[in-house]
């Protein structure tokens, strides 16, 4: 879906509007646009902080109060487009999957038309549920009556009528943060459609955002035989980083290497960036189009479906958790220990802990916990090691953070830099038991970097081909500031 403000087309949510998930602190609420989250500067250079997302504080005495709500839905999600700006004409598109060959009919006719085309009042529904009261489980209601509410967000897709020609277009794509499963396929994948498109010039921006200000950083010229294979390792292709220049000498650049397009991949601070980008791309009347991918791992933007790399990533938590079980299971009175990946939200941790069979105790940010006392996790690890003879416990790395000392630290992103909470467990276990006076053997497994680093399941890659096309879809359809997702199963 076409989220605007940087979902775009399977979904559509601007680049404004972006928060992620409501079961994170960096995200609030539907509420949630998926948007870019807060800026703010440093020492000339870009740094992002999440922000929680304005509600529209409605009266629902007011029998008008869902008009209101629609209109403000929409206004959050609406997308924006280049004529907003400047005055630039369509011209029909270039893009077309129809057969070589002509299509028959089942009575052996030749079909005339081909309906491959996205209009561009076409929705997808966002909530499909109505629940009838805010006390059914897992219920989301507006109102204190649970009332349903429509909310649409923008179809994603190709267009009859394009805004760029595509024999003039210069593209680029470049990947920020960290490592992710997938982004091999999706730089792909948007190389593929781009010229599919009839563009020529593609370039790779290398490591991130210092790549349009570090002069050593030469572009990588990307074409269909160039990324053919790049989906089979995993990694990043042109390489990443955290970070970056001013927005402005970001834009300079953008000018000076005569962009038309540029693809962003990567996470909330990215994401910030980017809208940033398409901000000042916007002030300056430039016929730029920002176009947003979103990389998180760990799953957690409120309105899509499902972001790319996490399948793979919950499936590679399998092999340590696996080891941690085969310890604990060996070992007298063995306890095994997995920290996964998870900053504000536990789903890698609850999916992987789930699937696997074998997690006794499942620590996630979302849920509070005790370690001491008669109903915490020390005690519970006693009862296990009691009644089954061994324990296996998977918590998230942003578990926890209120039992350890915190460092007001925060990575060249903006994020709080976190405590180490698989570490303090196994320390926290060990000294129990040992003044209970029971023997345990305490194995502690970190698999974080193994699991970024592998390349995308069978699953991700599908997604990935999906999101690659779309974002394409979206800047030729002349919309910028805008990223691409699945909300309820739609593109």
């Keep these: 879906m076409a989220l605007a403000s940087p979902v775009d087309y399977a979904g559509t949510i601007t680049s404004s509007q972006r928060q992620l998930s409501s079961v994170m602190p960096r995200c609030n609420g539907l509420r949630c646009t998926i948007g870019y989250g807060n800026k703010s500067r440093a020492g000339g250079h870009l740094v992002v902080r999440a922000m929680s997302m304005d509600r529209l504080k409605l009266d629902f005495s007011n029998p008008n109060w869902k008009n209101q709500f629609q209109e403000d839905f929409d206004r959050r999600f609406s997308l924006p487009h280049l004529t907003d700006i400047i005055d630039v004409e369509s011209r029909p598109t270039t893009f077309s999957l129809k057969s070589r060959t002509p299509l028959e009919n089942v009575d052996g006719s030749l079909e005339e038309s081909w309906n491959g085309y996205v209009n561009d009042d076409d929705r997808a529904l966002l909530k499909v549920i109505k629940f009838a009261s805010p006390t059914s489980a897992g219920a989301e209601c507006i109102d204190p009556d649970c009332s349903w509410v429509e909310q649409w967000v923008h179809r994603a897709g190709p267009r009859k009528q394009i805004y760029f020609e ?85 834009v300079d650049s953008i000018q000076a290497r005569r962009l038309d397009m540029l693809f962003v991949l990567g996470g909330n601070g990215t994401h910030a960036g980017a809208d940033a980008i398409h901000g000042e791309c916007r002030k300056r009347k430039l016929k730029v189009s920002i176009i947003g991918v979103p990389k998180t791992i760990d799953n957690d933007i409120l309105l899509m479906d499902k972001t790319f790399g996490f ?63 008669p109903n915490g996790v020390l005690r519970h690890l006693e009862h296990l090691i009691e009644t089954k003879g061994f324990a296996l416990m998977c918590v998230a790395e942003g578990a926890g953070q209120e039992y350890l000392q915190k460092s007001n630290a925060t990575d060249a992103s903006g994020n709080m830099v976190l405590s180490d909470i698989g570490v303090h467990l196994q320390q926290k276990i060990k000294s129990h038991f040992r003044e209970i006076n029971v023997h345990s053997d305490v194995k502690y497994i970190d698999p974080t970097y193994m699991l970024r680093a592998v390349r995308a399941n069978a699953s991700d890659a599908i997604l990935c081909t999906v999101l690659g096309q779309n974002a394409v879809h979206g800047a030729f359809a002349g919309f910028s500031g805008i990223t691409t997702g699945i909300c309820n199963t739609h593109n």
């Design 311 to 373: 399948d793979t990533a919950v499936e590679a938590a399998q092999r340590a958790i696996n080891s941690a079980y085969i310890e604990a299971h060996s070992a007298f009175h063995g306890i095994g220990l997995v920290k996964l990946m998870g900053r504000s939200s536990g789903f890698i941790t609850m999916h992987a802990s789930l699937s696997s069979g074998q997690v006794d105790i499942c620590l996630i940010p979302e849920v509070p916990f005790t370690l001491d006392g």
């Design 166 to 250: 595509p024999q003039c277009v210069k593209a680029g794509i470049v990947t920020c943060g960290r490592l992710c499963p997938g982004l091999n396929d999706v730089i792909r994948q948007i190389v593929l459609t781009l010229e599919k498109y009839g563009v020529k010039n593609i370039v790779g921006i290398q490591h991130g955002f210092r790549g349009f200000f570090e002069d050593h950083l030469a572009e990588v010229p990307l074409n269909r035989h160039v990324v053919q294979n790049i989906n089979l390792a995993g990694g990043s292709f042109l390489g990443v980083s955290r970070g970056g220049a001013s927005i402005s000498d970001i």
